[in-house]
C-alpha cells in the first residue's frame, strides 16, 4: 500500500520560511515523479511543483517560482519543498502526490502552513 | 494559466445519472487527453478517480467515467449513491510541466 506522510507545517510570520518533508511507502521513490498541491482554506486545489524521478527536470507554479524549492534525496526516501519569502495567501494545506501517467496517484493527508503575523 | 472552469455545486437524486463538465482552452483540456478527476471529502485528502480522460484506476467504481469534447472535459458518475457526496476536481496536464486544476464542483445527493 503506497503511504505519504508530510510534516513540517506550522504558522509562520509573513516573509519566513518553512521546510515540508514528505515520507513515502510502499511504492519505490527513486522512480516515480513527485509533485506538492496544496490548498487554501475552504479552497480548490492548486499544483505547486513537480520533480522528476531522478531529480533532473523540476517545474513549479507561477505563483511560487522564486520562492520555493522542490527537491529530493533518493538515498534517503524524502521529498522536500522549500518555502522562502512566504505571504499570507500561502497559507493552506500542503499534501505531496505521486506522479502516475501525469496525474495524481496518490496523496498525503496533508501538512498544514499558516502564514500570519 | 487561468484555473479550468467547472459549476461551483451540482445536486441529484440517488439513482440518477450526473455530469460534471470543466471547461478550458485549446491550449490546455483542447490540445491535451491528459485530464484528471478527484474525489474529496471534507477535511480528507483528494483521491484519484480519473486519468488519461478516461481511465479509471483499480478499486474505482465503474460508475464513474471520463470522456473528454473540444476544450471540456466531463465526469459522469451513474446511478448516484449517497456516498458520492463530496467535491470534485478535474485536472489538465497540457504538456508544458504545469498542471491546472478547475475551481472545484461540490456535489450533493439528495
Known amino acids: 500500500e503506497v503511504q505519504l506522510a508530510e510534516s513540517g507545517g506550522g504558522l509562520v510570520q509573513p516573509g519566513g520560511s518553512l521546510r515540508l518533508s514528505c515520507v513515502p511507502s510502499g511504492f519505490t521513490f527513486g522512480g516515480a515523479s513527485m509533485h506538492w498541491v496544496r490548498q487554501a482554506p475552504s479552497k480548490g486545489l492548486e499544483w505547486v511543483a513537480r520533480i522528476w524521478s531522478d531529480g533532473t527536470s523540476i517545474s513549479y507554479a507561477d505563483s511560487v517560482r522564486g520562492r520555493f524549492t522542490i527537491s529530493r534525496d533518493n538515498a534517503r526516501n524524502v521529498l522536500f519543498l522549500q518555502m522562502d519569502s512566504l505571504r499570507a495567501e500561502d497559507t493552506g494545506v500542503y499534501y505531496c502526490?505521486?506522479?502516475?501517467?501525469?496525474?495524481?496517484?496518490?496523496w498525503g493527508q496533508g501538512s498544514l502552513v499558516s502564514v500570519s503575523s | 494559466q487561468s484555473a479550468l472552469t467547472q459549476p461551483a455545486s451540482l445536486s441529484g437524486s440517488p439513482g440518477q445519472s450526473l455530469t460534471i463538465s470543466c471547461t478550458g482552452t485549446?491550449?490546455?483540456?483542447?490540445?491535451?487527453?491528459?485530464v484528471s478527476w478527484y474525489q474529496q471529502y471534507p477535511g480528507k485528502a483528494p483521491k484519484l478517480i480519473i486519468y488519461g480522460g478516461s481511465q479509471r484506476p483499480s478499486g474505482v467504481s465503474d460508475r464513474f467515467s471520463g470522456s473528454r469534447s473540444g476544450n471540456t472535459a466531463s465526469l459522469t458518475i451513474s446511478g448516484l449513491q449517497p456516498e458520492d457526496e463530496a467535491d470534485y476536481y478535474c485536472c489538465s496536464y497540457p504538456g508544458r510541466l504545469t498542471w491546472i486544476f478547475g475551481g472545484g464542483t461540490r456535489l450533493a445527493v439528495l
Open positions: 502526490a505521486r506522479d502516475s501517467d501525469y496525474a495524481f496517484a496518490d
Open positions: 485549446s491550449s490546455d483540456i483542447g490540445s491535451s487527453y491528459l
